[in-house]
């Protein structure tokens, strides 16, 4: 029982890239603050994946580093929040399964590569799922998730600058979290993991901050954290987890954050016709970019 706490705790703070299961449960403490409910999803989808991991033969260092755990708590997270039917619980739940299974043959299909799964099971997997409300009455999306035509859109950058909430609400947005108690917690859970963690995520929060400003990015999605999360989780990518033998990893990791601040912009302008978030797509991109790269170009 202590071991699967342990791991389950380990695949929530996978999420930002982490193996550490206290900060884990520091995560999970954030989003229980922000959501009461959220918070038991968020443990329930971890469990999920971690046993069928488990249960499911994979390697077993795989298995307890949490690696089988962070895509399925992503998958819950983000059908508890962006379905509406009252038995999106389940859906999520069935989802987080799914995200294993998912993050599995991804793992298969790229082993050969060197390039890392991430989020991808995560993003394709809700995407995919989102897009069936429109053929299947059981799954019903959210009115927050409304189609728009790109012929009728029209960019307002207008709204006030709150920089103090833009320095937090990056690093709640990996977690579809707005609150800035919960905010300041998950930069503890990254602090507490190590301090460099903790400086690469402000210094890439910082960099998504005054390149989507100084772009003339909506002021509103800015200081909500919608430009700051990707950002966050690519530098962390580029410069800690994954920097390889690479000396300029603080450089190449304040560029990969600046890139995903267009790319951010690109890819949600491509999901405005069908209601989709972007989700941690520009990330995915970005981080993808910067490794493969460096197969070529070891010295960035």
Request: glycine share 10%; with cysteine.
């Amino acid at each position: 029982m202590s071991w699967l706490v342990r791991t389950s705790l380990k695949g929530i703070s996978q999420v930002i890239l982490i193996e550490n299961a206290v900060s884990g449960f520091i995560i999970l403490a954030a989003i229980t603050i922000a959501s009461y409910s959220l918070g038991i999803i968020t443990l329930l989808s971890s469990i999920v994946g971690t046993l069928i991991g488990k249960l499911g033969g994979a390697e077993e260092q795989s298995v307890n580093q949490g690696l089988y755990g962070y895509n399925s708590v992503l998958t819950g997270m983000a059908l508890s929040l962006f379905l509406s039917s009252d038995d999106r619980w389940l859906i999520a739940i069935a989802g987080a399964a799914v995200a294993a299974l998912f993050t599995a043959a991804m793992v298969h299909f790229m082993r050969q590569s060197g390039i890392p799964v991430l989020t991808f099971p995560f993003i394709v997997l809700t995407w995919f799922l989102l897009l069936t409300t429109y053929r299947l009455v059981t799954f019903k999306i959210s009115p927050e998730l409304t189609p728009q035509s790109l012929s009728n859109w029209t960019l307002n950058i207008k709204g006030e600058t709150n920089w103090l909430d833009g320095a937090v609400n990056g690093i709640g947005q990996i977690f579809f979290l707005d609150n800035t108690l919960s905010g300041v917690l998950l930069f503890v859970a990254v602090f507490w993991a190590g301090w460099r963690l903790g400086v690469y995520a402000i210094i890439g929060n910082l960099a998504a901050l005054l390149t989507s400003y100084g772009l003339g990015g909506e002021h509103s999605l800015i200081f909500m954290g919608l430009y700051g999360y990707n950002a966050i989780l690519t530098i962390l990518a580029v410069s800690i987890v994954f920097n390889g033998d690479s000396k300029h990893v603080l450089i190449t990791g304040i560029i990969a954050a600046c890139l995903t601040v267009p790319i951010t912009a690109s890819v949600v302008t491509w999901l405005l016709p069908y209601g989709l978030p972007a989700l941690t797509m520009p990330f995915v991109l970005c981080t993808w970019i910067f490794l493969g790269a460096r197969k070529v170009l070891p010295s960035i």
